[in-house]
Nanobody, 123 residues
Framework: QAQLVESGGGLVQAGASLRLSCAAS????????MGWFRQVPGKEREFVAV????????YYADSVKGRFTISRDTAKNTVYLQMNSLKPEDTAVYYC????????????????WGQGTQVTVSS
């Protein structure tokens, strides 16, 4: 088992920036990709971004391209999500996920999840 712990959420105004962090511990040797999803009440968990350890390849949801950047520190088993130009519609609970076995944009494909961190963007 691997454990994921997120940090960095908060309340900001539209246009501001936030950086989320997710640290993995435990069986981290089994992890070669980590990603971020977000969820608002009443809706399904939505893919945000993913990064692969090998080569650092990353993918983004269209809604965040150009504003969010995912990065990783493999030595620290940590992934980051730099969120710039935040919009009220980015308000959600953001979840870190690790080790998708198939499609990266599908939440059920991930083995490990963090507890979530709230991001609120006011207009």
């Amino acid at each position: 088992q691997a454990q994921l712990v997120e940090s960095g959420g908060g309340l900001v105004q539209a246009g501001a920036s936030l950086r989320l962090s997710c640290a993995a511990s435990g069986r981290t040797y089994s992890i070669n990709n980590m990603g971020w999803f977000r969820q608002v009440p009443g809706k399904e968990r939505e893919f945000v971004a993913v990064i692969y350890w090998s080569g650092g390849t990353s993918y983004y949801a269209d809604s965040v391209k150009g504003r969010f950047t995912i990065s990783r520190d493999t030595a620290k088993n940590t992934v980051y999500l730099q969120m710039n130009s935040l919009k009220p519609e980015d308000t959600a609970v953001y979840y870190c996920a690790a080790q998708n076995l198939r499609g990266y944009a599908v939440a059920s494909n991930y083995l490990y999840w963090g507890q979530g961190t709230q991001v609120t963007v006011s207009s």
